[in-house]
């Protein structure tokens, strides 16, 4: 799978008051993710229904390419404000597209 183009769907949800803070969080994850080697697109969409719920529709040249995604500062620095941020884990789904 190392070798074959990656969808993720990535979903996070703010915990009260922090629906804002997050916004910024995630708009900060764009440009750099975007620059990074293996990046084919990465979206960020907010639900219309629910101004806490966001999720990112990413698709990934390979499964290293997400890997070295994870192990960035950028990265990093969100993954250690989700407690302050997140009300559930953020959920993430692989995915790879046959149509």
């Known amino acids: 799978m190392a ?3 990656l969808v993720v769907f990535a979903e996070v949800y703010a915990k009260q008051g922090q629906e804002e803070n997050l916004r910024q969080a995630l708009m900060a994850l764009v440009a750099p ?6 990046c084919l697109q990465y979206d960020l969409h907010a639900d219309n229904d629910d101004a806490g719920h966001y999720f990112f529709y990413e698709r990934w040249e390979s499964m ?8 960035t500062a950028h990265f990093k ?3 250690g404000r989700t ?3 997140l009300r ?7 995915a790879t597209r046959i149509a």
Do not use: N, Q, S, W
Request: glycine content about 4%; aromatic content about 4%; hydrophobic content about 45%.
């Open 64 to 71: 290293t390419a997400l890997e070295a995604h994870t192990a």
């Open 77 to 79: 620095a969100f993954e």
């Open 33 to 38: 993710t975007r620059a990074e080697a293996g």
């Open 83 to 85: 407690e302050e941020l």
């Open 88 to 94: 559930e884990p953020l959920r993430v789904i692989l």
């Open 3 to 5: 070798d074959k183009e």
